[in-house]
């Protein structure tokens, strides 16, 4: 089973928030220091200005490190999947996280299949899966229900059951709904409690093993080893008092996730 990192878990070190945002090249090298074997490029548009040589020199990193990239962008527009699609060529990608919706653009499922049979050409020419990520906006029986009239081993489901929550959709819930159709594990864990003052509750991120992700049976039902499924670690880390502190716990969260996943896939 491979595992890795997404570019999620370097969500504040790789942003304009520090001094120094780390580079793509620069979370490759932490993901092969932490023993990943893969890494996903996910939500990360400046992945769309990079030259052909920037995005060869990419490919070549990984490739030297051992490591497999994954592409994710959003949505099911023809024009940008297209691009992330040429993109995914360049660097030798083979799956590509996406959802149904992106922003003002929220086809229904018969558009939303449509779109998708319309891309199946190509997915299938270029050996590309797409995942399609369970998420609050859209509803997991809605989103299967999609995924079940393609009937296609190249679209199937990115797997996050902490989004899910949100829509007061229970993780064991949403697992066994998906497990069949599942090629990409999106792994964080996640509290759901009481905000302070006893008024309404926070959906918030933790290490993992401490939450409420039902990581261990989620591993024996999807079966990721035996079905070639990579795990990604994600996280939700909030801002903490400063840039130094934020950037030092998201580096914690992320050795220990990846200590965690490896003993629980080894």
Known sequence: MAIGL???AFFWRGSTQVEAPMTLAAMLEETAALGGDLFQ????PAIESLTAAELEALREQAAR???RLELGTRGLAREPLE???DIAERLDVRLLRSMIYSGDDRPDAQQAVQRLEALLPRLRRQGVTLALETYEQLPVDALMAVIEQVDDAHVGICLDP?????????PGTVIA???ARVVNLHIKDFHFTRSPGWVGFQLTGCPLGEGLLPLSDML?????AGRGIGAVIEHWLGWQDDA???CRLEAEWTRHNMNLLRSNVS
């Open 41 to 44: 490029i996910c939500d990360y």
């Open 6 to 8: 997404s570019t999620y």
């Open 65 to 67: 490190l051992g490591i």
């Open 177 to 179: 709904r998906t497990a």
């Open 83 to 85: 691009r992330y699609l």
């Open 244 to 246: 130094a502190t934020t």
């Open 220 to 224: 024996a039902r999807i079966d990721p």
């Open 162 to 170: 902490a989004n899910c929550v949100a829509a007061l959709e229970l």
